[in-house]
């Protein structure tokens, strides 16, 4: 089991700045990739980023050269640094974490949002 706790979100003007966070806490297993999601209103929810436990990145193109994800295996915890934000970035945010023991699970946050006001 893995429980996934996200903060920072909130209320941005157009251009400006946010950095989500979260930790993940886990009683068995270890954590292999994590990422966020988002899911706008009426949309499927989507990848914004995602990172290995060995550091490797993938990033939606929307996000590439505005956001930047990092982790700290350690302390099992991720974070997304997003930047020049637009009005279309506006969503709720999802982390999420997966867990390997026998198999791999996916684990989600409960979700943290983000305005972004033009």
């Known amino acids: 089991q893995v429980q996934l706790v996200e903060s920072g979100g909130g209320l941005v003007q157009a251009g400006g700045s946010l950095r989500l966070s979260c930790a993940a806490s886990?009683?068995?297993?270890?954590?292999?990739?994590m990422g966020w999601y988002r899911q706008a209103p009426g949309k499927q929810r989507e990848l914004v980023a995602a990172i290995a436990r060995d550091g490797m990145t993938n990033y939606a193109d929307s996000a590439k050269g505005r956001f930047t994800i990092s982790r700290d295996n350690a302390k099992n915890t991720v974070a997304l640094q997003m930047n020049s934000l637009k009005s279309e970035d506006t969503a709720v945010y999802y982390c999420?974490?997966?867990?390997?023991?026998?198999?791999?699970?996916?684990?989600w946050g409960q979700g943290t949002q983000v305005t972004v006001s033009s």
């Open positions: 886990l009683s068995s297993g270890s954590i292999t990739s």
């Open positions: 999420s974490a997966d867990c390997r023991t026998i198999g791999t699970t996916r684990y």
